[in-house]
């Protein structure tokens, strides 16, 4: 997950130079989609996720994805990745931005860059974002969001030009393997939150299951990672986000986007998200809304979710422990650290994780 809440609050003035622009309008053009005029661009989002741009030529509008133009690592920010996914998905019965260029030449812009369409919608992040809407608006929505989310694992990766995405199998041992070795680099010193921890890994450890279902991850779903249809009700107009995507296990996924409902996130984030809002529906009533919209069976349920909190709560000791070492600031550094507890409490509470 990206640990700053996205926000498309008040834009501030771009630092794209007209070179620059220029060389995006260049490269827009070689792919078939020239602008009618010279680009501006203003950056709605940034800080340690990628930065996105909203360009325009005074007729059409685009989105400009970037890395941060400094402080990266080789891994992360991978626009490419986006890219590449959402090509795959695009005319898919799962809603994606159409692609418009992926430009890996870093001398224009100082790293690799990205272009795709403007999609027009509703961003629903906060608690007050998601009290704008009422309970059949939002009973509604949530359909929305499930159905997208089984109509993307129900995509054939293969036949989508992405067999070479990601290693398809034994995606849980690596997940665990990944983690385990993070977890190791940023755990905090409170020793019953270390004991807690490990107890966790040992049983995930040894309760790995074999993979039933294979098929295209998001990594990060939630609804604040989507783009919503205006109109009385609201809809999935456009998934976002894709940077932690990969090829997997969808069971994975759904755990993921139901781990994410405690209120540990809020902790995370800094603030109270749309996402933890008790008017949504409970993990067991979403995951069964999953599998009701024709998504893969959840097999091994428990192990799956287990291992979403151990994660989540990995990356909330990652958080506290930037902190910890002066190198990060902003919403949610004051406070993940108090999620750790919980999220690795709640993955314990799962009890035996091999059914």
Known sequence: MKTDPPTQTSPTPTDLSRTELDAVARRMAEAGTPPDGPLRAVLITGGRSNLTYTLTDATSRWILRMPPRAGRTPSAHDVAREFRVTSGLWGSAVPVARPVVLCEDESLLGGAFTVVDFVDGLSVQSRDDLAALDDSQLSHLMDSLTRTLAALHRVDHVAAGLGRFGRPDAYAQRQLRRWSGQWELVAPEDREVRAAAAELARRLTVAVPE??????????????????????????????????????????????????????????????????????????????????????????????????????????????????????????????????????????????LDG
């Open 211 to 352: 993979q039933v279902s294979t098929g295209i991850v998001h990594g990060d779903y939630r609804i604040d990672n989507t783009i919503l249809t205006h109109g009385r009700l609201p809809e999935v107009a456009a998934v976002v986000d894709w940077e932690l995507s990969t090829i997997g296990d969808p069971v994975a996924d759904v755990a993921m986007m139901c781990a994410y409902r405690d209120e540990a996130l809020d902790l995370i984030l800094g603030a109270p998200s749309a996402w933890t809002d008790d008017r949504l529906p409970d993990v067991p009533a979403l995951a069964a809304a999953y599998e009701a919209a024709g998504g893969v069976p959840l097999d091994h349920w428990d192990f799956h979710l287990a291992l979403a909190y151990y994660k989540i709560g990995t990356i909330a000791a990652g958080i506290e422990h930037r902190r910890r070492a002066g190198v990060g600031s902003g919403p949610g550094f004051a406070t993940a650290g108090h999620a750790v507890p919980r999220l690795m409490a709640a993955g314990l509470a799962l009890g035996p």
